[in-house]
């Protein structure tokens, strides 16, 4: 048995189809080699390692006195120092947000965290989240946020403030600290400040 014949047209088609196709991957590679080489992507901005935005504030933020007496309503618990405070802090909020007091948010939209009771021996400290007192709510507590002497330190939590390298120990009280947190209608954190009691 003898092998078919080639059909002339198919032969045809087919070297037409070869050089279309050589003709058409050398304009790709005149077109390629004539574009100018596409510009470097730019390095992608680290992201900001803050939740909300600071307050307008002077750089060097003066003392404020604290005259009044301020009561918080919330609910506490006990930080442990030498845990995971990062994850016990979140844990508390997310125990805020589910409470029957998240519901009563002032118009003010403003939130307090109120660090109080520390305890060296045990290297802990008590954390209460709340809301200027304005009546009794079941399950609640409430903390008091005494008079005197605060530095202001917008953008930065409790926490974060004891760690600046210009705030020695000797000139905080480390009785009560804390946070005033301002939300926005989604219950986002807008801005936060900090309030340092000094001796």
């Known amino acids: 048995m003898s092998l078919p014949k080639r059909n002339g047209l198919i032969r045809v088609v087919y ?7 050589f003709v058409f991957l050398g304009n790709e590679a005149v077109s390629y080699a004539s574009e100018p080489p596409a510009p470097a992507k730019a390095k992608a ?21 604290q005259n009044k007496l301020l009561k ?8 442990n120092l030498d845990g ?26 403003e939130v307090y965290a109120v660090y109080s009771d520390y305890d060296n021996k045990r290297n802990s ?16 507590v409430t ?16 926490l974060e403030s004891w ?16 946070e005033r947190w301002v939300l926005d209608k989604n219950y986002q954190p807008v801005r936060v400040t900090a309030h340092l009691g000094l001796r």
């Open 125 to 140: 400290v008590s954390l209460t989240l709340g809301f200027a007192k304005q009546g009794s709510v079941v399950g609640t």
């Open 72 to 79: 918080v309503q919330g609910i506490s618990t006990v930080l």
């Open 15 to 21: 070297g037409l189809s070869m050089i279309g196709m």
């Open 163 to 178: 760690q600046k390298p210009d705030l020695s120990a000797q000139s905080l009280r480390y009785e009560t600290d804390y």
């Open 45 to 65: 901005a680290e992201p900001v390692a803050r939740s909300v935005a600071p307050e307008t504030t002077a750089p060097n933020t003066l003392p404020i006195k």
């Open 84 to 109: 995971d405070v990062e994850a016990q802090i979140n844990q508390h909020w997310l125990a805020f947000a589910e409470s029957k007091l998240a519901n009563s948010l002032p118009q003010s939209r």
């Open 143 to 158: 903390a008091t946020i005494d008079t005197g002497l605060y530095l202001p330190v917008s953008g930065k939590t409790v």
